[in-house]
């Protein structure tokens, strides 16, 4: 049983992955490897052409293997990179291997078009063959997904041509935000009165002080500060917009949810399904917030009132105690994730100190070759930042799950990577609240555990009603910020029903998620992942110890089903009905019905 060290360490450490940070000749020497190897399989597949029978393709092992090693170093080489931009957002340095990455990546996708047109160009007859083949059997869902992706895509040269024009202009883009983000400062009064800057990533977490005044008043500059650089977020969303909208063009695709939809391997009846249950269930959060509105004093909550605590909450949580606490609750469900646990805080893969020139919000991030994990975030001492705490945790016991499967079958979607980071914050939450001191600290965590409920059920719901009519519109044109501040904010009083006194207009502008370019649509499989595991949660407490196990077992298949068998295979149950979400939603509406009978 893995114990805790004493103290444990608010920084993590990289030395491990490639020693010397952004000026480690380690990592040159790696990327430069990665670009020989990328090289060689370019030349290799620009030499093969589709098998023409099984022994042909058995010849294809040693490319298959090829391109998986490759897949793995630059998931490595990404993370690395994303590790060093996300500590010290000045580190010049690292922005410049950003770049370099970029372009490999890059690089790797035309490989990966070559490979999936020599996949595309198989007769079906063989391919059947081929699959069943002992070595290749494991990988056969992806390799056929990718044939499949193949055949509705552009000739093999043009889709190269698109990733390589992709590099400075699409990616740039994103890149170019992040540059934006990194000189945004919001002014702030500490207690004493005296002004100080602070980074977005520690405005957002004043943003949930226990002042209304500080929330206010933090609110107040943050809006400003968005809105003193949103033509630059506008332009650069609009670019990016613009560069998607005209691929999927060029491909024939005429919906804006395809390639989301694909990529988190579900379809549109179980999303239209997951949104009609939440849909039904609204009114009672509603109620919620009106409760909460009443227990402040004011008639209507306003945006900065949404992550207000409310009752008496433990006090500030020391790091240590967030971490004791972690691994005791995750020990009463599953011993191997408590254990894992343990290991990631002593080994240092956690970066939680509150300091100034860290990007905002948190992540956790894979390294496929050196199996490990590394979690980036920013500690205030709040029981959010413990429930971002175990949220990461959970994403990296996922990975430590995949380590051993063919780096093929790690490729899970966003949607099932959240269902296992979102379990993981539940058991935490959920403990939180059966243990609380009394009724006053009960009211507390069962409004942050509720709070966690309104932002997948409206908050992101409002950012998914945004992004696809910003898209719609962005077909005739590019919008203006203002444009697009009043698009965010008729979704945002559409989504929570009219339930608050005031908005936020600039949320476009300040979400990183709109500028992601690896991921387009990074909101509906954070709310598929929110309800899935809300549904994993009503049966592990059900069926007890032997949950867990079901529950490994159902990770590791993330990557080699769709979203619709992986639930039907491990929970006997169809997602395009409405049933099982019925069943997760009644584990959230009961926390509600806890805090208005707490609160009568």
Not at 187 to 216: C, H, I, M, W, Y
Not at 224 to 242: E, I
Request: hydrophobic share 40%; net charge negative; proline share 3%.
């Amino acid at each position: 049983m893995a114990q805790l060290t004493d103290p444990v360490q608010l920084t993590w450490e990289l030395d491990s992955i490639f020693t010397g940070g952004s000026a480690s000749s380690d990592f040159e020497d790696f990327l430069q490897r990665l670009q020989a190897d990328i090289s060689a399989l370019h030349r290799d597949l620009q030499n093969h052409h589709a098998p023409q029978s099984l022994e042909d393709a058995a010849s294809l092992d040693p490319l298959i293997s090829g391109v998986q090693s490759a897949a793995a170093k630059i998931v490595e080489a990404d993370s690395f990179v994303a590790c060093l931009t996300a500590e010290n957002q000045h580190d010049k340095k690292a922005v410049q291997l950003s770049g370099k990455v970029t372009s490999l990546r890059a690089a790797f996708e035309n490989v990966m078009t070559l490979f999936q047109n020599l996949l595309r160009n198989t007769e079906d007859e063989l391919w059947e063959k081929w699959m069943l083949r002992e070595q290749i059997a494991p990988i056969s869902f992806v390799l056929s997904e990718k044939r499949d992706a193949a055949r509705e895509k552009l000739a093999p040269e043009l889709e190269s041509l698109a990733s390589d024009l992709a590099i400075d202009g699409y990616h740039g883009w994103g890149q170019h935000y992040d540059t934006i983000v990194s000189k945004v400062a919001v002014p702030f009064k500490d207690g004493d009165g005296k002004l100080t800057s602070l980074s977005v990533g520690q405005a957002a977490n004043k943003l949930e002080d226990s002042s209304r005044a500080v929330r206010e008043e933090t609110f107040k500059n943050w809006e400003q500060a968005w809105s003193g650089v949103a033509d630059y977020c506008a332009d650069t969303l609009n670019r990016l917009a613009g560069f998607r909208i005209k691929l999927y063009e060029k491909r024939g695709w005429n919906d804006i949810l395809k390639e989301p939809l694909d990529i988190n391997r579900m379809s549109r009846a179980t999303l239209d399904m997951m949104w009609q249950v939440i849909a039904e269930n609204k009114p009672v959060f509603v109620e919620y917030l009106n409760r909460k509105a009443k227990l402040m004093g004011v008639d209507k909550l306003s945006w900065s009132d949404l992550e207000a605590p409310i009752g008496e909450s433990a006090g500030k949580i020391t790091y240590d105690a967030a971490a004791d606490e972690i691994v005791k609750q995750f020990r009463n469900f599953s011993p191997k994730l408590a254990d894992f646990s343990a290991e990631a805080f002593n080994k240092r893969w956690i970066e939680a100190e509150d300091r100034p020139g860290k990007r905002p919000g948190g992540f956790c991030t894979s390294l496929p070759v050196s199996q490990q994990t590394r979690i980036f975030m920013t500690f205030g001492g709040t029981v959010s930042n413990v429930s971002t705490l175990a949220h990461e945790l959970g994403h990296a016991y996922h990975q430590y799950l995949m380590d051993e499967l063919p780096q093929f079958n790690q490729d899970y979607a966003m949607n099932v990577a959240e269902t296992a980071s979102t379990f993981a914050e539940m058991i935490v939450a959920d403990a939180l609240v059966k243990n609380a001191a009394d009724d006053k600290q009960k009211l507390s965590l069962l409004a942050d555990k509720i709070g966690s409920s309104i932002s997948f059920f409206m908050n992101i719901h409002a950012r998914f009603l945004f992004e696809t009519r910003f898209y719609e519109r962005r077909k005739h044109g590019a919008l203006s910020a203002d444009e697009l501040s009043v698009l965010m904010e008729e979704a945002q009083r559409e989504a929570y029903q009219g339930a608050l006194a005031s908005y936020h207009p600039h949320f476009w502008a300040s979400k990183l998620h709109f500028y992601i370019t690896d991921v387009p649509f990074y909101n509906f499989p954070y709310t598929f992942g929110y309800m899935f595991s809300t549904g994993l949660y009503a049966r592990a407490q059900r069926e007890g110890e032997g949950f867990a196990a079901k529950y490994d077992a159902l990770l590791q298949d993330t990557g080699r089903m769709t979203v619709e068998e992986l639930a039907s295979k491990h929970l006997g149950v169809d997602l395009t009905k409405p049933d099982f979400w019925r069943e997760a939603m009644s584990v959230a509406v009961a926390d509600v019905e806890a805090f208005l009978k707490l609160t009568e």
